[in-house]
Each structure stands twice: as structure tokens, then as C-alpha cells.
């Protein structure tokens, strides 16, 4: 049975930090890419970060380039996403994905980003 469990989430003020983890099992996760999407109150679900298996080549959306970073670590199964400079149209439920033939979804870990 897959897993993706996600953790990390929680309140921050503005201008601040997070790093959300995605812990996989069931699957041989080195074979699958990862990524993180997002969904906001009252809107569509977005990918936000992209890292392929192996090389682990990543693509972010517009909106987070150079302020988020999506890694992995094959050796604990474990796909992270470090978010810097936080703003507050940040706030959505963050979930991680893993892809291959099929596609696995985490139950999503809450972000809200407010002062």
C-alpha cells in the first residue's frame, strides 16, 4: 500500500519560513517524480515544485521561483520543500505527488501565512 505523508506545515508570519517533508512508502521511490501542489480556499489545485527521479532536475511555477526549493533524498524516501520569504497568497493546503504510472497523492498539510 503507498503512502505519502506529509509534515512541516503550520503558521508563519510574513517574510518568514517553512520546510514541509513528504515521507514515502509502499513504492520504490528513487523510480518516481515528486512534486508539491497546492490548493487555496475557492480555488483549482496548482503544482508549485517538480524534481524528476534520479538526476532530480526541478522546475518550480512562477510564482515561487527563488523563493521555494524542492529536494529529495532517495536514501530515507523522503521529498522536501524549503519555503522561503513567505507571502500571505501562500496560504493553501500543500500536497505532495509522486508519479510514475500511477499517480499517489498525501492527505496535504496545511500552510497559512498571516501576521
Known amino acids: 500500500q503507498v503512502q505519502l505523508v506529509e509534515s512541516g506545515g503550520g503558521l508563519v508570519q510574513p517574510g518568514g519560513s517553512l520546510r514541509l517533508s513528504c515521507a514515502a512508502s509502499g513504492l520504490i521511490f528513487s523510480m518516481y517524480a515528486m512534486s508539491w501542489y497546492r490548493q487555496a480556499p475557492g480555488k483549482e489545485r496548482e503544482l508549485v515544485a517538480h524534481?524528476?527521479?534520479?538526476?532530480?532536475?526541478?522546475n518550480y511555477a512562477d510564482s515561487v521561483k527563488g523563493r521555494f526549493t524542492i529536494s529529495r533524498d532517495d536514501a530515507k524516501n523522503t521529498v522536501y520543500r524549503q519555503m522561503n520569504s513567505l507571502k500571505p497568497e501562500d496560504t493553501a493546503v500543500y500536497y505532495c505527488n509522486a508519479v510514475r504510472y500511477l499517480t499517489y497523492w498525501g492527505q496535504g498539510t496545511q500552510v497559512t501565512v498571516s501576521s
Open positions: 524534481i524528476t527521479s534520479a538526476a532530480g532536475s526541478t
